[in-house]
């Protein structure tokens, strides 16, 4: 299609939506009756008078639509279906929903000055199965260093469900699995990281529903510590990460070796530690944060090794 055409279109659109959203006078909503096939096509027949003769814009919001957007930019990604149609007497129209959702749609209907706005849902089953609705209760929470479970409520009807992942709470969010279960674990995580997480229900077919609310989780930052000698003691410090319940402080003869906890600081406030070395010329030193999810603890990355002593 040549791009001129495309263009032309795309603005007829536009502006079919703008006149939908100016027709303030209301029609009666009773001349317009909905119905759909249970498959996604919705069947619309319009017996308004005052429509008759005249070019009627068409405008379907899908449930996530709250009414409350009057431009296109801030309603066009809630717009399911839009078009026009000119109405001569009683006159029926048939459009395909892609996505079918759990809620109310609304449709909005002008034509000659006139407005006609009303709300339907979707009935019967698809492929003998109910309307998806989101998941609800989404919970995410780190598991491990870089880890997080993401879990939620089983919705009716659901096959799978899809997790979406994004750092930013109101964009960016893109599918990281599609599982059976009511759960998913996270392993591609970041310490110091904020994630949130989005999840929606599927048939294992072509439907999938929207999105669920958003679950978000921080994950512990890795300690940035820093080692004084004074004496025959090693001073070791770092800065508060939010967030944690703790921090412990590991020590070993060897840089590699196997390290053994010198000191549980249980109170986030404290950043501060100090570690005998008796006649130790040198050891090496890190430190790691912890929280507590119910009863268990979750520990987050290890700090850098830093060497105390000669």
């Keep these: 299609m040549p791009k001129r055409l495309i263009?032309?279109?795309?603005?007829?659109?536009?502006?079919?939506?703008?006149?939908?959203?100016?027709?303030?006078?209301?029609?009666?909503?009773?001349?317009?009756q909905i119905a759909d096939n249970g498959a996604g096509t919705v069947t619309v027949v319009v017996s308004e008078p005052s429509f008759n003769g005249k070019e009627m814009s068409i405008v379907c919001y899908d449930p996530s639509w709250n009414g409350a957007y009057t431009d296109?930019?801030?309603?066009?990604?809630?717009?399911?279906?839009?078009?026009?149609?000119?109405?001569?007497?009683?006159?029926?129209?048939?459009?395909?929903?892609?996505?079918?959702?759990?809620?109310?749609?609304?449709?909005?209907?002008?034509?000659?000055?006139?407005k006609i706005e009303k709300?339907?849902?979707?009935?019967?089953?698809?492929?003998?199965?109910?309307?998806?609705y989101p998941p609800k209760?989404?919970?995410?929470?780190?598991?491990?260093?870089?880890?997080?479970?993401?879990?939620?409520?089983?919705?009716?009807?659901?096959?799978?469900?899809?997790?979406?992942?994004?750092?930013?709470?109101?964009?960016?969010?893109?599918?990281i699995s599609e599982v059976t279960a009511?759960?998913?674990?996270?392993?591609?995580?970041?310490?110091?990281?904020?994630?949130?997480?989005?999840?929606?229900?599927?048939?294992?077919?072509?439907?999938e529903s929207q999105k669920s609310d958003t679950a978000k989780v921080k994950l512990m930052a890795a300690p940035?510590?820093?080692?004084?000698?004074k004496g025959k003691t090693a001073v070791v410090s770092w800065k508060k990460i939010k967030g944690v319940k703790g921090y412990k402080v590991?020590?070993?003869?060897?840089?590699?070796?196997?390290?053994?906890?010198?000191?549980?600081?249980?109170?986030?406030?404290?950043?501060?530690?100090s570690i005998k070395l008796g006649n130790k010329k040198s050891c090496y030193i890190k430190v790691r944060a912890y929280k507590k999810n119910g009863k268990k603890t979750v520990y987050g990355k290890y700090s850098a090794v830093k060497k105390a002593g000669k």
Aim: a positive charge; aromatic letters at 12%.
């Design 7 to 32: 263009s032309c279109l795309f603005l007829s659109l536009c502006m079919c939506f703008a006149f939908a959203l100016s027709a303030n006078v209301k029609a009666d909503a009773s001349s317009v």
């Design 72 to 114: 296109w930019e801030a309603s066009k990604s809630h717009i399911a279906y839009v078009g026009q149609k000119k109405i001569n007497g009683v006159t029926t129209i048939s459009f395909k929903l892609n996505n079918l959702w759990g809620g109310d749609y609304t449709l909005v209907l002008g034509a000659g000055g006139q």
């Design 119 to 132: 709300k339907f849902s979707l009935t019967g089953r698809v492929t003998g199965l109910p309307y998806l």
């Design 250 to 273: 590991y020590i070993s003869d060897k840089k590699k070796g196997k390290y053994k906890q010198a000191a549980n600081i249980k109170k986030a406030k404290k950043v501060k530690c």
């Design 182 to 207: 009511c759960s998913y674990t996270d392993k591609k995580c970041k310490a110091g990281k904020t994630y949130y997480y989005k999840v929606t229900s599927t048939n294992g077919r072509s439907f």
């Design 137 to 175: 209760s989404v919970k995410a929470v780190q598991t491990a260093a870089a880890k997080v479970k993401v879990s939620w409520k089983a919705s009716e009807g659901a096959e799978n469900y899809r997790v979406y992942r994004s750092e930013k709470k109101n964009s960016g969010y893109k599918k």
């Design 224 to 229: 940035k510590i820093k080692v004084a000698i």
